[in-house]
């Protein structure tokens, strides 16, 4: 929640994360329906679909006029990081406190953007927690009290979710409940995202691309890395030929 104290600057409760597709939250949305019949599962905290993701760093309370230095970090730390495969695989559970899915695929590189993120925040003069070897995780549940959490994670056990390519960082707000409701969730929007890779499209409010970023970002985020840089060979390509035509009919 952010700082109302008049005397305190205004803060802001961030964290970096890699955040699923529509369709591999579709997919583990799915997966995850008949757990809710098991018993004791009306007894746990179940997270939001909307707000599923894999937390790269935690920030806590972030003061606003230290936001803007934290987010120029935040797309260098993108930019220098290439897009990787990942998918939803495997369970399994903290204890008796909560209950996840973790992650396959690009391991080494979603550590290497983890670590980056937290570095951009370090960097930025934020008080870290001490540095901890990173676990790909996001939570499905969490119990108020200590639960036997075994049978959810054996039933998610086998889950191998499809391949989607991970494509952004995304800087996101936590809005903790206030209201004080029984069962009230924690709110999270998404602030800002940057691209991985070389590719520097801005984003609007909206999460489309900003005014001036060109149709190559628009283009950019319909294809893969890979395509992107056949049709950049290919572009290089024609322009030699044009440029050796154009020496030989001048000559």
């Given at each position: 929640m952010s700082s109302s104290d008049p005397g305190r600057p205004a803060t802001v409760r961030l964290f970096a994360a890699v955040l699923?597709?529509?369709?591999?939250?579709?997919?583990?949305?799915?997966?995850?329906?008949p757990l809710h019949a098991?018993?004791?599962a009306r007894d746990l905290r179940w997270t939001g679909p909307e707000g599923w993701h894999f937390t790269l760093a935690f920030y806590g309370e972030v003061p606003e006029d230290v936001r803007p230095e934290l987010e120029a970090r935040l797309e260098r730390a993108a930019r220098r990081t290439a897009p990787f495969a990942?998918?939803?695989?495997?369970?399994?559970?903290?204890?008796?406190?909560?209950?996840?899915?973790?992650?396959?695929?690009?391991?080494?590189?979603?550590?290497?953007?983890?670590?980056?993120?937290?570095?951009?925040?370090?960097?930025?003069?934020?008080?870290?927690?001490?540095?901890?070897?990173?676990?790909?995780?996001?939570?499905?549940?969490?119990?108020?009290?200590?639960?036997?959490?075994?049978?959810?994670?054996a039933a998610l056990a086998?889950?191998?979710g499809r391949r989607w390519e991970a494509a952004e960082l995304t800087l996101v707000r936590s809005h903790l409940?206030?209201?004080?409701?029984?069962?009230?969730?924690?709110?999270?929007?998404?602030?800002?995202?940057?691209?991985?890779?070389?590719?520097?499209c801005r984003r609007?409010?909206?999460g489309g691309p900003a005014a001036g970023s060109g149709e190559w970002c628009r283009y950019a985020r319909r294809v893969d890395p890979k395509t992107r840089n056949?049709?950049?060979?290919?572009?290089?390509?024609?322009?030699?030929?044009?440029?050796?035509?154009?020496?030989?009919?001048g000559g």
């Open positions: 699923p597709p529509e369709a591999a939250v579709a997919e583990l949305r799915a997966a995850l329906a098991l018993p004791g990942l998918r939803v695989h495997g369970a399994g559970h903290f204890g008796g406190r909560a209950l996840w899915v973790g992650a396959a695929g690009g391991l080494d590189t979603l550590r290497l953007l983890a670590e980056r993120a937290e570095a951009a925040a370090r960097r930025t003069g934020l008080p870290m927690e001490e540095h901890r070897r990173y676990t790909p995780h996001l939570t499905l549940a969490r119990s108020r009290g200590a639960a036997d959490l075994r049978p959810f994670a086998g889950f191998e409940p206030v209201s004080g409701v029984p069962g009230e969730r924690p709110r999270y929007t998404a602030v800002r995202a940057w691209p991985l890779g070389r590719v520097r609007d409010a909206r056949r049709i950049m060979a290919a572009v290089l390509v024609l322009i030699f030929v044009v440029v050796a035509v154009g020496a030989a009919l």
